[in-house]
């Protein structure tokens, strides 16, 4: 079955510093995936889509980078800031297709900017 | 714009009875909305997507007889948590889109049930 992986560790960064945050999946090839952001008690918010054939997508202070040999998803956040603060998830097209909005969610790496 | 409300943004109800939340799309037409349940710590799990005029999609392990979903119009999607029960406490979110890729999602809706 799919498996996708986030650290459920929180991360704790400094102010200024570049989080990075890391979605790996198993047995599947999707053709898009996804980051999210959610804050307690609030619905996500989106933030990016990567295709299969794009290496990299930045977004002002955010990049995203999608490496499908290696299955897996690097979440940056640079010149990082305590606005930054909240669960930061990934999704994953679960068609195939490319073209239908169904995804899986991973658990969410909870970050913590530190002043 | 993409503002997709939920209402009410928490209920407390006694075990037996049902409870119904409504998600609406206030600034666009949404092709098709999805209704997630969110556990403490946990990831958003699908439940079912919804198109207008069209029966539900349920995922497997959802019974649709106890989440029953009507998407009445392009801006409207109801769940209603029939003869709620104390395991159903849960965080109930939705989404709404008019694409084929990003979701906007509700602010959600905390179920207690006592």
């Known amino acids: 079955s799919q498996k996708i992986e986030q650290n459920s560790e929180a991360l704790n960064i400094q102010e200024g510093k570049t989080a990075t945050l890391t979605c790996n999946y198993t047995?599947?090839?999707?053709?898009?995936l996804q980051w999210y952001r959610q804050d307690p008690g609030r619905g996500p918010v989106f933030l990016l889509l990567i295709r299969e054939n794009e290496k990299e997508k930045r977004k002002e202070r955010l990049k995203v980078t999608f490496d499908t040999t290696l299955k897996q998803s690097l979440f940056h956040i640079t010149a990082s800031q305590p606005a930054d603060s909240a669960t930061y998830l990934c999704?994953?097209?679960?068609?195939?297709?490319?073209?239908?909005?169904?995804?899986?969610f991973g658990t969410g790496t909870k970050l913590q900017v530190i002043p | 714009g993409a503002v997709v409300s939920q209402h009410p943004s928490r209920v407390i109800c006694k075990s037996g009875t049902s409870v119904k939340i409504e998600c609406r799309s206030l600034d666009f037409q949404a092709t098709t909305m999805f209704w997630y349940r969110q556990f403490p710590k946990q990831s958003l799990m699908l439940m079912a997507t919804s198109n207008e005029g069209s029966k539900a999609t349920y995922e497997q392990g959802v019974e649709k007889d106890k989440f029953l979903i009507n998407h009445a119009s392009l801006t409207l999607s109801t769940l209603t948590v029939t003869s709620a029960h104390p395991e159903d406490s849960s965080f109930y979110i939705c989404?709404?889109?008019?694409?084929?890729?990003?979701?906007?999602f509700g602010p959600g809706t905390r179920l207690t049930v006592t």
């Open positions: 047995n599947y090839s999707p053709a898009y």
């Open positions: 999704a994953l097209d679960l068609s195939g297709s490319g073209g239908y909005q169904k995804v899986t």
């Open positions: 989404s709404a889109t008019d694409g084929p890729y990003e979701q906007y």
